[in-house]
């Protein structure tokens, strides 16, 4: 049988299955902050910080070095302007006092960035292709390590912003050099 870069492996599947996640949870807090329904929003924002800091970690320090090797440095710097975007929007959210609602002249910025990191997701392919053509012995030991963020329960607000890759999988620092 002939190898499909896009056949579905263990680790394509875990990475599809972050990216639901992430896609849902977006979909809804975009929802709740056009319709100004601030509760909402902020319990969404919580739920997602909490959800997918491990899956955004592992891209920061796996995935966008090993990616960076093939698409070059330029490329990556983008994914993480967007993961900044999305990151800064759910800590604007998750500032607010419980009490108090998101001013008016915050939600279009909010929103653009909500939408910028939507479109990120939306937009995975390209590294589900390279994850699905990994040999097999890396792609297991790229899939331990993102099992391995993801039970370490680390929220996405309280990522350092500067991560350095995580070298576990033999993904030389500078393929990535430093980030913007």
Same mark, same amino acid.
């Given at each position: 049988?002939?190898?499909?870069?896009?056949?579905? #492996?263990?680790?394509?599947?875990?990475?599809? /299955? =972050?990216?639901?996640?992430? #896609? %849902?949870?977006? =979909?809804?807090? %975009?929802?709740?902050? @056009?319709?100004?329904?601030?509760?909402?929003?902020?319990?969404?924002a =919580?739920? $997602?910080?909490?959800?997918?800091?491990?899956?955004?970690?592992? /891209?920061?320090?796996?995935?966008?070095?090993e990616?960076?090797?093939? #698409?070059g440095?330029?490329?990556?710097?983008? +994914?993480? &302007?967007?993961?900044? &975007?999305?990151?800064e !929007?759910?800590?604007?959210?998750?500032? @607010?006092?419980?009490t /108090? *609602?998101?001013?008016?002249?915050?939600?279009?910025?909010? $929103? !653009?960035? +909500?939408?910028? @990191?939507?479109?990120?997701?939306?937009?995975?392919?390209? $590294?589900?292709?390279?994850?699905?053509?990994?040999? &097999?012995? *890396?792609? &297991?030991?790229? $899939? /331990?390590? +993102? +099992?391995?963020? %993801?039970?370490?329960?680390?929220?996405? #607000?309280?990522?350092?912003? =500067?991560?350095?890759?995580?070298? !576990?999988?033999?993904?030389? @620092?500078?393929?990535?050099? *430093?980030r913007?």
């Amino acid at each position: 049988m002939a190898f499909h870069p896009m056949a579905e #492996t263990p680790l394509t599947q875990a990475f599809l /299955e =972050d990216h639901r996640t992430l #896609t %849902r949870g977006l =979909d809804q807090l %975009r929802e709740a902050v @056009v319709n100004d329904d601030f509760r909402t929003a902020k319990h969404l924002a =919580d739920q $997602l910080d909490r959800s997918v800091g491990g899956h955004i970690e592992f /891209e920061e320090r796996i995935l966008y070095p090993e990616v960076a090797l093939t #698409t070059g440095a330029d490329h990556v710097h983008r +994914l993480y &302007a967007e993961h900044r &975007a999305g990151r800064e !929007a759910i800590g604007r959210i998750l500032s @607010v006092p419980d009490t /108090e *609602k998101l001013p008016p002249d915050v939600r279009p910025k909010l $929103l !653009a960035q +909500l939408n910028t @990191v939507c479109d990120h997701v939306l937009s995975c392919g390209t $590294l589900v292709s390279h994850l699905a053509s990994l040999p &097999a012995p *890396k792609q &297991a030991a790229i $899939l /331990e390590r +993102l +099992l391995q963020y %993801r039970s370490a329960g680390h929220r996405w #607000t309280q990522l350092p912003t =500067d991560a350095e890759p995580d070298l !576990a999988c033999g993904v030389p @620092v500078e393929s990535v050099g *430093k980030r913007p």
